[in-house]
């Protein structure tokens, strides 16, 4: 355990038991619907396609998106960097290029690149945050689209333009979009995190609540039996 996560745990359990005396708010009762995107790539003839994105801790982004009608993997992992560097105690120096990351693979006939895309501005990360997510500080948190074809780079990149000229949030969005860039499967130890340890502090405050957000913002996309990387494997 690193000095960071031991810390992370504390303060997590401090900031559970501020939002249990309303203190502090939840990561749910900030998470708003934005408009979908007004430019989505189509469904076309393959039966699944993949996209890897990043926004903070991937503990939560995985596990929101497991609830994702649709998705039918989701991978935590490291996106942007070399393969060499691509193990956890690594990454959280900070020094690396990668971000932590999940890897998507969704049936497009099921649920569009716009819906998750939509998902992900709504309850999965502030996109307005540079180089950090609630108490995770550093460029590996950094909210980054990895698009994996020129048509994906090109609907996000609409998106977010999109938004910016709605002034959808009070704050310029910060995403950036980076094409080229291989995935690598995280440690074992991460896959999964939030359902098998919904009881942790940090679990408890940042990413729980983000789930429940899903559920009431999107209750057509919302999946209660999530998608778990013990059961589709990654590939």
């Not at 690193?2 to 559970?16: C, E, K, N, Y």
């Not at 000229?165 to 130890?189: L, S, W």
């Not at 408890?204 to 057509?220: C, E």
Request: overall charge neutral; some cysteine; glycine content about 10%.
């Amino acid at each position: 355990m690193t000095r960071w996560f031991s810390l992370a745990l504390i303060g997590g359990a401090l900031a559970v038991a501020a939002i249990g005396l309303g203190i502090l708010p939840t990561s749910a009762e900030s998470a708003k619907v934005v408009p979908p995107p007004t430019v989505d790539a189509p469904p076309g003839p393959a039966a699944s396609a993949i996209v890897v994105l990043a926004g903070g801790c991937f503990w939560g982004v995985q596990g929101v998106f497991q609830h994702v009608e649709g998705v039918t993997s989701a991978v935590s992992g490291y996106a942007g960097g070399a393969k060499e560097t691509a193990s956890y105690d690594k990454v959280t120096s900070g020094r690396t290029g990668h971000a932590e990351a999940v890897r998507l693979t969704y049936d497009p006939s099921k649920v569009s690149l716009g819906r998750l895309l939509q998902i992900y501005f709504s309850v999965v990360h502030d996109p307005t945050q540079l180089n950090r997510q609630g108490p995770d500080v550093g460029s590996q948190y950094r909210s980054t689209i990895f698009a994996t074809s020129d048509e994906q780079a090109r609907v996000a990149k609409a998106y977010i333009d999109q938004l910016d000229q709605a002034r959808v949030y009070g704050a310029k969005v910060v995403t950036t979009i980076e094409r080229g860039q291989a995935f690598y499967p995280a440690e074992g130890y991460h896959q999964d995190y939030m359902t098998l340890h919904p009881r942790q502090p940090y679990i408890a405050m940042h990413d729980l609540p983000k789930v429940d957000a899903l559920k009431r913002l999107f209750p057509q996309a919302y999946r209660a039996e999530p998608m778990l990387v013990s059961k589709s494997g990654i590939n």
